[in-house]
């Protein structure tokens, strides 16, 4: 993932939070905001092996898978839940943000921008699916199931009533301001929900009707 | 069939000589101290009870760097070096030990037998004091919880104000967290492993069959019996069923497949022992020799009856505990499956408790916590390594 993306997080989040990384492989991001923010930092990790290097890395940390939800915490006991690098893994992306929700304030999720002029030629000019730097592997051997947009996952922010409140772009030669939706490799965004925990169901994506004009 | 690991081979250190196994602590021994005074939860009241225990290490000056190992079920205080009368290794030799997962050149080790059992510390074959017979069924029923009360015990004569840790599989991680719950300023890390906070029906009918087959046997005779006729069989086949709950279906497919005995398959002899059998043979014979059956009728009990939650809901409960844990479980674990270690995961966490939990891979079954297990060790190592520099950072 862009290092940019750890910087923003990073910044994001203020001394002494209370944080969850969900997916936290071994754990080196944690530690970092554990040391830089004197966080309350816990893990969630499916992998045992990662898991054991978590513990070795002296975090809190916890096996399981995030798809079986997070049963485990109670209502708010985080300021932040990161969801940083397996977001377009997911198999029901908006369950987990619900349930991020529900033990968070605020969620900070990553994820590859499929719109990406790169991936878009490739497609348009190979006819092949595309194998770009931040979608390394081929269609049968990546881990990703969900192709989205900057633009799908505001849609999907918007649809879920979550606000989102800051947001940064990146590609190979750093961050993105201008066009982030064909020019950014990897986004990352600052979640706060307002309505979504007192939803009872999850909206179904499009359902809102939004005009965009981006490209 | 796949070679298997050396460690799955081995197996534990509990009942079977290891090869070439030498523990680097050397000889250590067990001694035995007498304590004023104990009420059972059932009510019972021992004038005084007698606790095997072995400690390993040194005491730091501010007495804090103490480890209780609580045994499992069929494990006694004699938890590492070489037992000087057997020349036997201890029972958790392999993980305590200098530079071990519990390394006895930082740490104060301790392990004591438990209540009701028959290593050396009060239990049914244990002499009633008057009339100099054993207690047998006369001895009170016992509980996790008492167990654990005789280990605080053992704390007040040994000067330990807290615990820097206290470590357990199975039964032993049941003391662990009735220790926790019970005596919550006496304890700063807890490391249940493999256990639960109470057992399922499974759970109980497995130690049925063994209690079973101990009292059906003749020679039990209501548990009054002599040196010449103790219930073996019957021990013999309790010991049988539990290691078999002890395993997994992997290691026994590895460790035996359908090999049969040597000796009687060369010929072609249909009756031949298949290995798994003579296997499970010398596991019941060499048992007996060492393990009392009324004992393993009230440990079994104990274990049954155990419910860390019996007095009220669990969050009210785990209020007032105070220690961090470890929760480890193991993958293969079908006797004590890793749901029951996420369920106290969960009702720890929910109650505010730091925990971490680590489902080991290990394919060998619930006795996984026994045998050479080097990634179940890793984590033991550095969850205690890091909590004890946090320790000395603020005390």
Redesign the interface.
């Known amino acids: 993932m862009n290092p940019g993306i750890y910087e923003t997080v990073l910044r994001w989040i203020p001394e002494k939070s209370r944080v969850l990384d969900l997916g936290a492989g071994d754990g080196s991001f944690l530690a970092r905001l554990v040391q830089a923010r004197q966080a309350t930092g816990e893990g969630v990790e499916k992998d045992?092996?990662l898991?054991?290097r978590?513990?070795?890395r002296?975090?809190?940390?916890?096996?399981?898978d995030i798809a079986d939800g997070l049963?485990?915490?109670?209502d708010g006991?985080f300021d932040f839940v990161l969801l940083l690098g397996t977001f377009q893994e997911l198999v029901l992306p908006a369950e987990i943000l619900r349930e991020a929700f529900r033990v968070g304030r605020q969620v900070i999720v990553a994820y590859s921008n499929f719109a990406h002029l790169r991936v878009r030629l490739q497609i348009l000019f190979q006819g092949r699916t595309p194998v770009t730097r931040s979608l390394p592997q081929p269609w049968h051997r990546t881990r990703n199931l969900h192709f989205l947009s900057i633009l799908d996952f505001q849609q999907f922010t918007r649809d879920l009533g979550v606000r989102e409140t800051a947001r940064a772009y990146f590609n190979a030669r750093g961050a993105v301001r201008f066009l982030p939706n064909l020019r950014a490799e990897e986004a990352v965004s600052l979640l706060h929900a307002d309505t979504i925990s007192r939803r009872s169901a999850v909206a179904e994506p499009g359902k809102t009707k939004t005009e965009t004009y981006e490209v | 069939m796949a070679a298997l690991p050396t460690n799955f081979a081995r197996g534990d250190l509990q009942d079977q000589k290891v090869a070439d196994y030498q523990s680097p602590l050397g000889v250590t021994r067990t001694e035995t101290v007498s304590l004023p005074g104990l009420r059972t939860h059932s009510g019972f009241t021992f004038e005084q009870v007698d606790v095997a225990y072995q400690t390993l290490g040194t005491l730091s000056p501010a007495r804090d760097n103490a480890i209780l190992i609580c045994p499992a079920l069929t494990g006694d205080a004699h938890v590492a070096g070489t037992d000087p009368h057997t020349g036997r290794p201890g029972w958790w030799d392999y993980h305590v030990g200098p530079g071990k997962a519990i390394d006895t050149d930082k740490f104060f080790v301790i392990c004591a037998s438990v209540l009701g059992g028959c290593g050396g510390t009060t239990g049914p074959a244990s002499s009633r004091p008057g009339n100099g017979k054993p207690y047998g069924m006369d001895f009170p029923p016992v509980t996790v919880r008492d167990m654990v009360s005789v280990q605080i015990k053992l704390l007040d004569h040994l000067g330990i104000p807290k615990l820097f840790a206290v470590i357990g599989g199975s039964m032993g991680g049941m003391q662990v967290l009735a220790l926790a719950v019970d005596h919550p300023e006496r304890v700063r890390v807890c490391i249940p492993i493999a256990t639960c906070i109470s057992h399922t029906a499974m759970q109980i009918a497995f130690n049925e069959i063994g209690r079973h087959a101990i009292v059906s046997d003749p020679d039990w005779n209501g548990g009054d019996y002599s040196e010449g006729r103790r219930p073996v069989h019957g021990l013999a086949v309790a010991r049988m069923v539990g290691h078999v709950t002890y395993l997994s279906e992997f290691a026994m497919t590895h460790k035996f497949g359908r090999q049969r005995q040597a000796e009687q398959g060369a010929n072609g002899d249909e009756a031949a022992a298949f290995s798994v059998e003579s296997y499970l043979q010398h596991q019941g014979q060499n048992f007996v020799k060492r393990f009392d059956p009324n004992s393993y009728l009230y440990l079994t009990r104990a274990i049954d009856q155990f419910d860390l939650f019996e007095n009220g809901p669990a969050a009210d409960i785990l209020r007032r505990v105070r220690a961090r844990f470890l929760v480890i479980s193991f993958a293969s674990d079908w006797l004590y499956p890793p749901a029951q270690s996420r369920e106290l995961v969960r009702l720890l966490k929910r109650a505010g408790i730091s925990a971490t939990y680590i489902n080991v891979g290990t394919e060998y079954g619930h006795d996984s916590f026994l045998i050479e297990n080097p990634a179940f060790a890793s984590v033991v190592r550095h969850y205690l390594e890091n909590e004890n520099r946090s320790r000395q950072l603020k005390p």
């Open positions: 045992s092996g898991v054991a978590c513990v070795e002296g975090l809190v940390v916890h096996q399981g049963d485990q915490y109670g006991a």
